[in-house]
């Protein structure tokens, strides 16, 4: 068997596993061989499948690409904010692609010009990028971009909408949306640049024998650099299409971007080595990894089992390229090369039942397996926290009472994958939910989501965190009043002073979270009424470390430091821990915001002199039964206060406290 005739066997593999993920999602999942659903995955794939050829074209030389998530957050940023400054919205968005290129021009010069390793001036870049995005937005959401802004990233070709005689419209044909247009675009120019130009040769010859085609006469610096300018320029793209998309643009946002990027390459059939690779490759592989996220969520699997799922396929695929390059390194004589082909294609075979089997063992047994129908489907911040498990518990508990309804619970890995939780809730939407609960993550992210939502007719109830949408795509908003209590904490800390000055830190979570600004707005505003000055907000992203680390860092550059807030869960562990760490207990007042087994023993210890906590498990619970009051056609209030509770170590043992702890 030739080269040829191997690459082709390769190819029909990889396209033959999306084949198969199709068929037992299909199976397993009513909803999702759908229009709707597949428009659906096109959408979300189509950001995969830009990056993944960008990142296609540096591993073809040889290289990595390690900033693109980095560079799609600051490429983003920078985008929204040209359009803010007044710049026509293309000229907008094309400024955001051009940052994205000048970050691979950077990289691709530190790769040939100073022979960096790759792996090492992409690692540089990905801070860097991130840094300034975070820099020059203070590390908040750019937000306020006009209408027009959100048309290429949740527009769509041939969409048909009329209004029923309800007021509610009815969608006929969802549409070709407009990124997957751009994919097809990106996926035949480059697909031409590989096949029909000199440079896609060039990327070729160096990934096989960088030295060889030096000698050849190729420039081999100036390919390089080209790889990670178009690696650069894709990523720009795909930040920019994800800023439309959100209509606000995050600079935590698209972290671990780069992964699947490299994954959708390699499971494509790009080999690590160099000099192999293609296009359409990268394509299928992007679809696979969409398919099974996409498939995965519509069987209610936790997206930290979908991270175990594609972690394995990607082990599978290059264990599979390992062996096959180590064979085509060996000399091999016409009768051993045949028995070659024959244990290559069972060893190709093995690695992709291996995947498959994986995937659809975890599916099979979800412990939040859907139903057909009446499904109301919990969409959290994350379920990486002791607050969210507890929503979770809430949630479950009130499923006990509504046996007509099967309830779901999912929530990306982290608070700031933002796009993740968007695609969360559109996936429940096409499988068919008959209402939702959600925690927003952005208050102006999640207003396209949620207007696909009210479009179906689909009822929701938001949690923990608003919405702005002026109240026209959700039914009811159950929360702790933010703002109250963070001035509760304000004025509990203020009464333990006891009229000792100096500073207050604030330590707070995600930047441009509704519940976060409105914490952190509460608190602010009454300790600088009462005399005292306010240094931050410092950002933890509710990272445990992050906070940890920070907390120590303002401790010991603040003598006259007084008083410490930490504005929810993770954030509060860590200032607690730094605070006992660097013996400082007793000597400020430190108050936190939520109650878990850790922050509870700080209080018994006196590391924190309170807590001020909200009924996790109340919004959980009542976000299900309120869903289910307007399925039944009952009218419920638009706003429901689930209240807090200040705990201390004196009334840390009353029925009171105990009835919100956790």
């Not at 379920?383 to 006990?400: L, P, R, T, Y």
């Not at 007719?457 to 608003?466: K, R």
Request: glycine residues 12%; neutral net charge; hydrophobic residues 45%.
């Amino acid at each position: 068997m030739n080269e040829k005739h191997k690459d082709m066997l390769q190819k029909l593999a990889s396209l033959g596993g999306l084949f198969a993920l199709i068929i037992a999602f299909s199976i397993t999942s009513p909803h999702f061989f759908s229009m709707d659903n597949a428009m659906t995955v096109g959408l979300q794939t189509s950001t995969i499948t830009i990056i993944g050829i960008g990142v296609m074209l540096t591993i073809l030389t040889g290289g990595i690409d390690l900033s693109i998530g980095s560079v799609m957050a600051l490429s983003g940023v920078t985008a929204a904010m040209a359009v803010n400054a007044g710049m026509p919205v293309p000229v907008g968005m094309a400024v955001g692609v051009l940052t994205g290129a000048f970050c691979g021009l950077i990289s691709g010069l530190c790769v040939s010009k100073l022979r960096l390793p790759p792996f090492i001036a992409t690692l540089g870049m990905m801070m860097m990028a991130r840094g300034v995005a975070l820099y020059i937005t203070n590390a908040a959401p750019v937000s306020g971009m006009p209408e027009s802004f959100s048309y290429l990233g949740n527009g769509a070709l041939f969409r048909m909408v009329e209004i029923g005689e309800n007021g509610f419209p009815i969608i006929k044909f969802a549409g070709i949306p407009y990124p997957v247009l751009v994919m097809l675009l990106v996926v035949a120019a480059f697909s031409f640049l590989l096949t029909k130009m000199r440079l896609g040769r060039y990327l070729y010859a160096i990934g096989s024998n960088e030295e060889a085609a030096r000698l050849s006469g190729i420039d081999t610096q100036k390919v390089k650099t080209a790889a990670y300018v178009a690696s650069g320029f894709l990523a720009g793209l795909a930040g920019v299409i994800i800023a439309s998309r959100l209509v606000t643009a995050q600079p935590n946002g698209s972290v671990m971007a780069e992964l699947d990027a490299i994954a959708s390459a390699v499971v494509g059939g790009t080999s690590l080595m160099g000099g192999v690779g293609t296009v359409f490759g990268a394509v299928v592989g992007s679809f696979i990894i969409g398919v099974l996220r996409n498939g995965l969520n519509m069987n209610g699997v936790s997206f930290f089992v979908q991270q175990i799922v594609i972690g394995g396929v990607i082990i599978a695929t290059v264990a599979y390229d390992q062996y096959r390059m180590q064979q085509t390194t060996k000399v091999k004589n016409p009768t051993t090369k045949s028995k070659k082909d024959v244990k290559d294609m069972k060893v190709n075979k093995i690695a992709t039942v291996a995947a498959m089997g994986l995937a659809f063992a975890f599916a099979g047994h979800s412990t939040d397996a859907t139903a057909a129908q009446k499904e109301i489907a919990v969409v959290v911040k994350t379920e990486n926290s002791n607050f969210w498990q507890n929503v979770k518990g809430g949630a479950v508990d009130a499923s006990k009472e509504l046996p007509a309804y099967n309830i779901t619970f999912q929530g990306p890995a982290a608070e700031t994958a933002v796009d993740e939780q968007v695609n969360m809730i559109q996936n429940a939407l096409n499988r068919g939910v008959s209402g939702l609960v959600v925690a927003p993550t952005d208050p102006n992210a999640l207003v396209p989501a949620l207007k696909a939502a009210w479009e179906k007719g689909i009822p929701v109830a938001l949690i923990d965190s608003g919405l702005n949408d002026d109240g026209k795509y959700h039914q009811a908003f159950l929360s702790t009043d933010n703002r109250a209590a963070g001035k509760l904490a304000a004025e509990q800390m203020i009464k333990s002073l006891n009229g000792k000055k100096g500073k207050v830190a604030m330590m707070s979570f995600t930047a441009g979270s509704g519940s976060a600004m409105e914490r952190d707005g509460g608190f602010k505003e009454a300790i600088e009424a009462a005399g005292y000055e306010v240094i931050g907000p410092y950002y933890s992203n509710a990272d445990m470390v992050t906070a940890l680390n920070q907390t120590i860092d303002v401790l010991a550059s603040n003598n006259d430091l007084v008083g410490i807030f930490g504005s929810n869960e993770p954030t509060a562990v860590g200032m607690a821990r730094a605070i006992q760490q660097r013996g400082y207990t007793g000597k400020i007042v430190a108050v936190a915001f939520d109650g878990n087994s850790d922050i509870q023993q700080f209080i018994r210890d006196g590391v924190l002199d309170g807590a001020v906590v909200q009924s996790s498990y109340g919004m959980g619970n009542m976000g299900v039964e309120t869903v289910s009051q307007i399925l039944s056609g009952k009218k419920v209030a638009s706003y429901i206060d689930t209240g807090v509770v200040y705990v201390t170590k004196d009334n840390i043992d009353s029925d009171k406290a105990k009835a919100v702890l956790y």
